[in-house]
């Protein structure tokens, strides 16, 4: 049976952000992810996580400035030094949640411009081997244009292609079922060829990115198909519940632990 995640950057947003640690703990969520942690000290999400029992599977570095439009800084020529900075931002957290796998967003840009491709491997190779010699996987995710306009990683092809030629071993894909399906559809097919280096899987309704029990996927196949395939990790709940968090949570139910 998988084992889910609550995203806090999305669910329980009718209360602060440190007070959604107990809401999804009282849920019975027994693991956590979110976009971004910075706003708070490491130390208040710590004991957050210690207090409700909770195990962080998931958090973004830092991606630049997002009230301007920056959607991380990855494949931004000339952005390096911020790249590697916000690294350094983020191992506080890293080291306070013991988190074990984190996500680089690579940024607005086009991989038609030589420039970019070339500061995006820079950037993601130097990210992965500071973040390995602490026993901590980098996740790469495609991410579908239609949320994200002018995104560069829009393509499983790409993140894949890249992460078997560096060849890391803590470089992993973030496969979101929703951008997959949106991005490429063949779900299922998708998930048997690409489990390998799969590092962390999320979910959501497809087309209108909310709960996992309607649209145009059958999530409880793919639950069990991932449970065929012997996936051991998390399924982050990255989703827009369609009111309040919690009168949404019957899907829920047949895997709450």
Known sequence: MPAFAANLSTLFTDRPFLDRFAAAADAGFRAVEFLFPYDHPPEAIA????????VQVLFN????????????????????????AGLERALPYVAA?????????????????????????????????????RGV???LEPINRRNMPG???DDYGHAVALIRDLGLPN???????YHRQILHGDVAMALRALLPITGHVQVAGVPARNEPD?????????FAELDRLG????????????GHTVDGLGWFAPYRR
């Not at 004991?47 to 909770?54: D, M």
């Open 47 to 54: 004991e957050r996580l210690a207090r409700h029992g909770l």
């Open 61 to 84: 570095l830092p991606p630049g400035d997002w009230a301007a439009g920056e959607r991380g800084l990855a494949a931004v020529p000339g952005r390096f030094d911020d790249v590697a």
């Open 97 to 133: 949640t013991g988190v074990g796998r984190v996500h680089l967003m690579a940024g607005i840009g086009e991989r038609s411009d030589p420039a970019a491709v070339s500061a995006y491997r820079r950037s993601v190779e130097h990210v992965a081997t500071r973040l390995g010699e």
């Open 137 to 139: 996987d980098l996740l």
């Open 151 to 153: 995104y560069f990683l």
């Open 171 to 177: 470089l992993k894909l973030q496969f979101d079922v």
């Open 214 to 222: 309607d649209g145009e996927l059958d999530h409880r196949f793919l």
């Open 231 to 242: 996936y051991a990790g998390h399924v982050g709940c990255e989703y827009n519940p369609r």
